[in-house]
C-alpha cells in the first residue's frame, strides 16, 4: 500500500464545487425549517461558500442556479466571488417552477412552452459568458404522474430536439451537461430516468454534451461505480453531482449513509482517470441541509470527499491486479478494504497545518465566530430557499 | 363465480372517506401548482368533498386535519357539512410544521416540546368531541437524518409515554389510529416506519388503539394484503388510507400504479371481515393530485375502489378454497384472476342508475357546471394547501 | 376505442417464442422439485411445446439452449420439429457452468478461459446455421460477489473484445442479441447490468446486434415500457424475454405479478412499431414453472400476453393524443385504463373458434389427456433441467 | 472516546457461532461450484470450524443442521467436537426439501404433512437433548408464488397452531427462535416475511420464543438496527444470522457489503444490552461462500464482526447523548462516525497476541497448510453442500 506521504501531492489536485443553493434553506413537501444567519441573496450565499473553502482549501468554486441567483450584474458577482476567493462555476437552469411547466419543459407538447423552456437555456449560457463558466447543467423535473398522462416517446423525440438547439448554442469551451433521475418529482414516468437515456441522448448532440451523474439519482441496490466505470469508458462522464442517500433523492452529506459506497465510487473515478488536474470531470455537491447546520454541513461534506479519495487513492493497485488475476477473492477483496480502513484523519490534519490552514476545519469554523456573526447580521430579508 | 346481482347489495356497504387536503393545493418540494377554483377555506373543502359524494354516493364523510382545517366553531362546521350530506370524520394531527418540531415531536427529547405534542393531541380531541369524529389519526413525522443523530431507543420510549397520556384521554366511543411510514420526511431514520412497530406501541395502549395502514407507506415489494390479513388476524387494522405508488409515498390516485394490488388487498378485507356494515375498518383515502384536477380525482379514486372491491367480491370463493386445498396452482390463481379480468364497469353504472344517481359519476361531475363555477367564485384569498 | 373485430386481424399476427428449459424442470437453490412427465430428452421438450402451439396458435417456435438441448443431429432436430407444427427459434448460449467459468466467462482475465467461452458461442452459431435460427442470445453469469474481487473495467474491455469475435461470425442474417440484468447470480457487479451497457456494447459492434429485454432483469421500481420505448426509438430493442417478478427474477408466469405493466409494455411495443408482422422484434418467454404445471404454465403465458396485447391494440390513440395534448390528465389517464380494463376473453374465444382452435386452450388441453400420457410414458430416465 | 485498553475486555466475552453448512459447497440456482478439501461429512464439517475458532478464538461453537448434519450418534459428534475445542450450538431445521413439502409445511393445508413437519422438529429437538443445544432455530421456506395459489391467513393460523406444537415440546431451557425472510423461495408471498410477523407469532408462544434477525432478509432499504433495537425493547431478540447483501438474500460474508450498516447495528446491540456475557442474544452466520475460500472466509467474517464490534464499543455514549440532547446533529453524527472510522485493526492484532493467538489470522491460518491438507486428503466421497 502506498503510504499516505506517497499520495499527498495528489491530494493537492482536488476541488469540489459547492451548490449555491445548499447555504439557503431546503426541506420536504412536509416543512422547511428556516436558520438563523441563512443567506437571502446569491451575495451572503457566496460568502458562506467561501468560507468553507477559507477552512477546507477544496471548493474553490460555486455552482449557482438561475432564477435562484439572479443579479442584474453577473460580471460584477463574479468579481465579488473572487475577491471572497472562489470562482463561479457550473450554471444550473432551472425549468420545473413555471406555471408553464407543469405538464413538462423542454419536452411539453406546446412549442411555445418548449421555446420558453429552450430561451431560458438561451439566458443561462448568457450567463455563464459573464461568469466565466464552463458547464451548462441541466437536470430536468419533466415527466408524468400517470400512465397515458403523456406519449413517452414523443416526449423523447422533443427533448432531442429542444437539447439540439441549446447545444447549438453553447460557446467551444462550454460544455453542457445532463443530468438523469430515477424519479421525483415525477412519479410514474421520468424523461430522463437513467443514464442509458442521458448517454443516448447527448451522445447524440456532441463532444461537448456530457452526463451528470448524481449519486443519489438511482433504484435502490444500483451500483453506481459501475456506471461511472462505464461513463468513463465511454468518455461521457462529465461531472457529479455528490450527496448520500437512504430511500429516494434524500440530499443527505455525501458519504453520510454508505461511506464505503463513496469510497468505491472515488476509487473507480481514480482508476479511470476521472480525477485531477488532468481530468475534465467535475466534482460537486447537491445537497439540503434540512436539519443541520449549513456551513459546517458543507465543510463536513468536502471532508469526506477528501478523506474517502485519499482512501481511494491508497488503493496499491499493483497488488490488487495481481490478485484479480489470480483469482483470490478474498485477497483481493481485502487489498480493497486495507484501503477503506485505513484512517487518515490524522494524516490529512497534519497535511493541512502543511498547507497552511487549520488541522480541523469543523472545529476552526466553529471558532470563528462567522456562525454567530452571520446570524446576528442577517436580520429581515427574505431568507433564500428554492422559492426564488 | 357470483353474478354481479349477487354481490350487489354488499356494494351499498361500502364508504370512502375524503381527506378534506386533497381538494387543497399539493405538490413536492419542488413546486406546488395552484389551481383555479382552490378552496380557501375549510367549509369550501367540504363543500368539494359533498360534490363527490354527490356523484358517487361512496364518500359520506370528510377527514379534517388540524390545524389546516381549524375553524372557531366545530359545531357549526359539522352543521354545515351535513346540511351538505356529508358528516365530518377522522381528526388528522401534525406535529410537524412548528418550528419546536424539527427534531421530534412525541419523540422530542425535551419534555416541554413532548407536552406540546401532547397537547395538540388534547385539543384535537376536544375537536373530536365537538365534530362526532370517532376516530383520531396519528401520523408522525418524527425520525433522524443522520446516524447517531437521535437516540433511536431512547425516542421509542418516549414515543409509548406520549401516546399513552394521550390514549388515556379518548372517550370511550372514540379511537387511536396510529400510521406507520417507510421514510418522508426522515431519511435516516423514522419512529414508526413499519407495521410491526405500530401494532407494538398500539397493543401496548390497549383495545380501542389500533393501526392505520397507508398503502403508500411500505418498503419496495412489500406485500401489502399480507399485512392486511395479519392485522385483520390480530384484530389490530384500524383504518386504510388510500393511495399509490410506484416509487415513494407518491400519494397517488389509488389504484392507478397497480390495480391488480388494489384488488388483492381489497378481496383479504373482505374475507377477513374488514368491509362492510358489520366492520370497524375505515377506509379513506390520502392523496396528493399534483397534476390532475381535485374533485374529478377524488371521484376516480372512489370508483376505482369501489370497481376493485366489486371485483374482490365476485371470488368464488369455494372454488378458491377447493384449488388451494388440492395444490392447484394455476387453477386457484385463475380463480382469482377470473375475478380481477371481470369488467364491472357496466354493471356498476346500471347500479348506480339504480341508487338514483348518475351513471358515469365524472361525466355527470364534469357536465354540472361545478367546476367551471367554483374558478369563476373562488377569486382572491389565499388558496389552501398544506402550509396552512 | 376500436372494436375487438377491428383488431382481431392484428393479433393473427403473434407470435411467441417457448423456451425448451421451460418443460423442464426449475426452481431455486433450496430445491428443484420434479414433477411427473417431465422430459428426459430435447425431443420430449419440443413435444411439450407442439402442444402449446396446438392449442393456442400463438407460439410457432421453440428457443433451445446449448448444452441443454444438445444433440448429436441439429438438422433432425429441426425436422422433428417441423413435424410437430414447430420451428426451432433462439439459440441460448451457456457460459455459466463449467468449473473454468467461475470467475467468468467472457470477462476473464484469462485468455484461454475467454477463447473457450467464444469457442461455445462458435458451436452455438454452428447449430444456428443447422437449425435455421436467426437469433443467437446472449446472456452472461459474469459478474463478482466482493468489491475488488474484479477489474470493472478491464472486465468490460475484454467483454467488448470477446463480443467483436462472435460478432464477426455471425452470418448476414443472423443476429446477436445480448441480455443485460440487474443481478445474479452474481451479488456485487454483474458485467451486463442495465440496458444502458448492453446498449453501449451492441452499438460498438453493429446493425445485427440488438439488445434482449427481459422484463424481470430490472431494479425495483424501473419503469420498463420506458426502456421499451427508448430501445425501439434508438432501433436497437432486439427480442424480449417475458416473465414476471414480485421481488428479483422470480421468473414467473408473464402477467402474473403485474398485469398492469404487461399491457403497458405492450402498448409502447405496439405503438412503437415492435409488434406484428413487420417487426424484427421477438417475443419470447423465459420463465421457470417451479410449482405449477409446466405445459399449462406456458400456455397460460402466451395467452395472457395475447390477452394483454388485445388490449393495448384497443387503446383509441387518437383520443389519447388529444387529450395528452390538452393536458387532460385524468382523460388522458382514463382512455388507456379504458382499453385495460376492458374484458377481451370472450371475443378472444370466439376468436380462437373462428380459427379452428378451441375456445378455452387451458380447458382444452386439460381434457386432452397429454398430460396423463406423458406421466405414463416418461418414466426412467433423468429428467431435464438446469444441469443439462 | 474510551481508549482500545479501556473497551479490550469487553472483547473477551464475543462469540461468534459457525453455521457447518458454510464449510459445505453453496451456489445459485445456475451452478454450485465445488472446491477442493470440502468436507464430505458433518465431522470434516465441524473440524473445519474448528480451525476458525482456532485463529480466532471467536467461534467456541458450532450450529448443525438436520438433515445435513444427521448422525447416527448425537452424543458422539458432541464429543467429537469438544474434542475439536467447539460445542455444538443451535439446531437449524429443515422443511423445505421433501417433496411433500412443495406447497408448504408446518403451513401446509394436509394435516399429515403438518405433522411430518412437526415431527421433524420434535426430533430436532431430540437432537438438542443429545448435543447440548439451547436453541432450535426454523426458518420456514414456506409461501406461495402466485396470488390466490393458498390461503395466507389459513396458512398464518395454521402456523400458529404448528409451532405452538412444537414449542409445548422444547424443555426449559430451550428456546425456539424464529426467523423471517423477506422473500425466496417463494415469490409472491412468504409466511413469515417480516419481524412483525415473527414477533406476532413467537409473542402467541410464550417466553422461550423469540425472533431470529437474519440481516440479510429485510426489504431494500430496511433500517435493520431499528428492528434490532425494536426486539431487545420488546424483549423479544433472541439470534443474530449475520452475512451481508447487496440485492436480495445473498449470503455475502458479513460486512463486506455495508462495513457502516454492520457498526450501526452492532453498536445498537451494545447499547441495548443484546452484547456480551450477560446476554442471552446468540450471535451466528449464515453465510454462502460461493465463490470464495470457505474457511478464510469464515475466519474473515467472524474479524469482521470483531472489529465492528470494537468500534461499536468505541462510542463515547456519554457526549452522544449530550450532542442528541443538544440537538447538535452534526456534532452527534461526528461522534458516532469516529468510532467507526478509528481503525482499530493494529490494536486487535496486539490483542491477539495477549490472549496467545496470532495476530493475523487470515495469515496464520493460510501459513498453516490445513488447506492443503485437506485438498490432498478429501479425495472420493461426496462433497458436502445443501443436498444432503
Not at 460557446?171 to 445532463?178: A, H, I, K
Request: charged share 20%; glycine share 8%.
Amino acid at each position: 500500500m502506498p503510504t499516505f506521504k506517497e499520495i499527498a501531492p495528489r491530494l493537492a489536485e482536488q476541488a469540489i464545487e459547492l451548490p449555491s443553493w445548499a447555504f439557503g434553506n431546503s426541506g420536504t413537501r412536509f416543512k422547511v425549517f428556516g436558520t438563523p444567519g441563512t443567506p437571502r441573496t446569491p451575495q451572503e450565499k457566496i460568502a458562506d461558500a467561501a468560507q468553507v473553502n477559507k477552512y477546507t482549501a477544496l471548493s474553490p468554486s460555486v455552482a449557482i442556479h438561475i432564477p435562484w441567483d439572479r443579479v442584474d450584474d453577473y460580471s460584477a458577482l463574479r468579481s465579488y466571488s473572487q475577491d471572497l476567493g472562489v470562482e463561479l462555476g457550473t450554471v444550473n437552469s432551472n425549468t420545473f417552477q413555471d406555471d408553464e411547466y407543469k405538464y413538462g419543459s423542454l419536452t411539453h407538447t406546446d412549442a411555445a412552452v418548449r421555446q420558453k423552456a429552450i430561451d431560458h437555456h438561451f439566458s443561462c449560457i448568457d450567463v455563464m459568458d459573464a461568469t466565466g463558466s464552463r458547464d451548462l447543467k441541466i437536470w430536468l423535473a419533466d415527466g408524468t404522474n400517470y400512465p397515458g398522462q403523456g406519449d413517452i416517446r414523443g416526449r423523447q423525440d422533443r427533448l432531442a430536439d429542444s437539447l439540439a438547439k441549446i447545444y447549438a448554442r453553447i460557446g467551444d469551451e462550454q460544455r453542457l451537461v445532463l443530468e438523469y433521475k430515477f424519479f421525483e418529482p415525477a412519479f410514474y414516468h421520468t424523461d430522463i430516468p437513467d443514464w442509458g437515456t442521458s448517454y443516448a441522448q447527448v451522445s447524440a448532440l456532441g463532444d461537448r454534451a456530457l452526463v451528470c451523474l448524481d449519486t443519489g439519482h438511482h433504484a435502490p441496490g444500483t451500483n453506481i461505480e459501475f456506471i461511472v466505470m462505464q461513463l468513463l469508458r465511454l468518455g461521457k462522464l462529465g461531472s457529479f453531482d455528490f450527496n448520500s442517500r437512504f430511500y429516494a433523492d434524500d440530499d443527505l452529506i455525501v458519504g453520510a449513509a454508505d461511506p464505503f459506497q463513496l469510497f468505491r465510487i472515488l476509487f473507480e473515478v481514480v482508476r479511470g482517470g476521472g480525477y485531477g488536474a488532468n481530468s475534465d470531470v467535475a466534482f460537486m455537491l447537491d445537497q439540503c441541509h434540512n436539519v443541520e447546520d449549513k456551513i459546517p454541513g458543507q465543510i463536513r461534506s468536502v471532508l469526506n470527499v477528501q478523506e474517502m479519495t485519499a482512501r481511494a487513492l491508497l488503493v496499491d493497485s499493483a497488488a490488487l491486479s495481481a490478485a484479480q488475476d489470480a483469482g483470490d477473492v478474498l485477497g483481493a477483496n481485502g487489498i480493497l478494504m486495507d484501503a477503506f480502513y485505513t484512517d487518515v484523519r490524522a494524516d490529512l490534519a497534519s497535511w493541512r497545518v502543511s498547507r497552511g490552514i487549520a488541522s480541523d476545519p469543523m472545529a476552526a469554523y466553529a471558532a470563528s465566530g462567522y456562525q454567530e456573526k452571520i446570524a446576528e447580521d442577517r436580520v429581515g430579508g427574505v431568507q433564500a430557499g428554492w422559492g426564488a
